[in-house]
Each structure stands twice: as C-alpha cells, then as structure tokens.
C-alpha cells in the first residue's frame, strides 16, 4: 500500500509506498530553481543533507535520486510522477509542486504527513535584535527613530509565521518599537525588494529582516547606499554582503532532510505532522559567524543567546496571536 507523507517543511512534502522488507528504501528529492550548484544555495543544502543520509545509511538500506525542473512549469507534473512511480518516499521542497499533488495522489493514493518549520522562533530572535540594535546610534545607519521594517513576500504560512515572530521579538525587548512591513507579493523580482526596502527606509526603518526569498538579494544589495542594514533569511548571508547584512536567520535544511530520512528508515516519523525548530536545530540566528561578531556588539549577541535558550526550553512561548505591525501604505 502507498502512503504519502507530506512535509511542508520550505515547504516540504513527502510521499512514501511500501517496498519490499530487504530491499533499500527508494527517496526521491523533488528541487525546483537553479541554484543546485551553489554551495550557499537552498537546493545545494537540501542536496547536501540527502548526500550525508546516503554515506550515513550506506546503499544496502538507501537508494537516493533528486529531480530539478529548473523553472519549467511544463517539468513539474512529469517529474513529481516519475518519482511517485519510482519511490518509498517523496520529499518536495519547492511549493511549485503542490498543485499538481491531487492529480498525483489519485494515481498513487497515500496518506500524508506535514513537516513545518517554526519559523516564528528564528523572526522573534531576529526582531529581538533588530529592536535593540535600532537604538544604537553609534552603530553606522543607525538613525533615531525606534523603527524597523519586514518585507515579506507572498501570505503563505511560513513568511506569516516568520512576521508574527519577529514583531513579538521586538516588542518583547520594547513595545514601543513601530515594525513596518511590506509585501512585495513575489519571491523571485530583486527590482521589487530593493524598491520596498527604499520605502521602508523612507518611513524610518534602519534594519530591515528580508523574508521575500531569492528577491530579498536586490533589498540587501541596496542596502549600504540605502542607508539600511538588513537580516538575511535561510543561509548566513552575512558571509556574501558584510557590509549590508547585520546577521541571518537561517534554516538548516540539508539537516532537515536528513533528519526526514533518518526518522523515516527508523519508521518514526508522525502520521500527521512534524514540527522542526530551534531546539531540533533546524532553525537558528547566525551569531556566530565572523560578520556577525564584527556587525553586532557583544553585548546584543549574548542576550539573543540568552533568548535563544529561553525560546528553546520553552520559557518563552510565542503565542499564535496575530501580531499586527504597521502596514505601509
């Protein structure tokens, strides 16, 4: 019997079947987007992380392949097939996929698991830092307004889960800091960022958490001229843009994915849903690069390590409220 486990990690998703008792377990990686070959790349650490599964379980109990349609659309359904056909399990890491699962799973009926990241505990420590560092008026860009900016692509869960966290960071450190967000409703257009960075900075953000994707490279490029610092979002980008990027949130998805094939040849993974954060440490703020020990003083850098214990033992707990920046207009 097939069973699709669905993980909407980045989104992450995953589909499973039943194979034979000795024979290895078949896992397919469904990669969308160019950036296989980049070792900063999303797809590169998804890659990665199904690579270091495949060493660490050996080819007697894994047998690993990835699938890219390399932005055409026309790839999509053909491809989510083939490995449907081909596969104990299916891990999606692109949402370009999802349209095309109810034809899928008519053809491969399965049940479905969906992993999450909680990337509202990656926003609260970037908002932490970005509320205390927006005071600092001897840091470069830094001006004296208690303001500081989001943008944010399209309404989907994990860019929603990202802004509730990090307007509950900042005002956690102080309610009276004004959080501005933009939308720019895509996540692939550098022109759109770079242009809703400039009307964050015009309102008076000084630090501005790009979660709009590959887009967000044109708001950090822009950022030194603009007069802004930004926080990057899913690798250190710090370590590419140190003059424009104070620090990251960053998701460790090639850990993700190997933790995704390690609970599933254990036969652990939960029926419904699987929810990774920092405590799994699958999500996590980059203080410890070199940028960043060069861009954030001492100080903030360990009180962000103090809050990060805190939100990964469960001492702080952030609530599902919708929390409610300022929307520019």
């Known amino acids: ?26 896992i397919s990686l469904m ?17 990665e992380g199904m690579r270091n599964a495949q060493v660490r379980f050996g080819n007697k109990k894994l047998s690993t392949k990835y699938y890219n349609a390399l ?12 490995a449907a056909a081909a596969s104990d399990l299916v891990i ?14 008519r053809e491969y009926p399965a049940g479905v698991t969906e992993i999450v990241f909680r990337e509202e505990e990656g926003g609260f420590l970037a908002g932490a830092l970005a509320a205390i560092m927006t005071t600092r008026e001897d840091v470069e860009r ?19 889960r990202f802004r509730r966290g990090y307007i509950a960071g900042a005002w956690y450190i102080n309610p009276d800091i004004e959080v501005l967000c933009e939308y720019t409703n895509d996540f692939n257009d550098r022109a759109k960022a770079a242009e809703a960075a400039m009307k964050l900075k015009r309102l008076g953000a000084d630090i501005i958490f790009c979660v709009n994707g590959a887009a967000g490279i044109g708001a950090i490029e822009r950022a030194k001229e603009g007069g802004y610092w930004t926080i990057g979002v899913d690798t ?10 104070l620090t990251s949130v960053v998701k460790r998805s090639g850990h993700v994915i190997y933790k995704v094939i390690e609970n599933f040849l254990q036969d652990n993974l939960p029926k419904d849903r699987f929810s990774l ?25 360990k009180r962000i390590d103090e809050l990060e214990d805190k939100v990964s033992s469960g001492l702080i707990k952030i609530k599902k409220t919708d929390y409610q920046g300022i929307f520019s207009k």
């Open 1 to 26: 019997m097939k069973k699709f486990i669905l993980p909407a990690a980045f989104i992450l998703m995953m589909l499973m079947e039943c194979s034979a008792f000795a024979a290895p377990k078949r």
């Open 31 to 47: 990669l969308e987007g160019s950036d296989t070959a980049s070792a900063s790349g999303f797809n590169w650490l998804c890659l």
């Open 71 to 82: 932005d055409d659309n026309t790839k999509l359904l053909p491809l989510l097939k083939e």
């Open 92 to 105: 999606i890491t692109s949402v370009a996929y999802i349209k095309y699962l109810p034809e899928v799973m």
């Open 142 to 160: 830094i001006n004296d307004e208690k303001k500081i900016g989001i943008i944010l692509g399209e309404k989907v869960p994990p860019v929603e």
């Open 236 to 245: 250190e980008l710090e370590s590419d843009f140190p003059e424009m990027v």
């Open 277 to 301: 954060g920092l405590k799994d440490d699958c999500i996590d703020i980059s203080t410890w690069t070199r940028e960043t020990k060069q861009n954030v003083p001492l100080d903030v850098r």
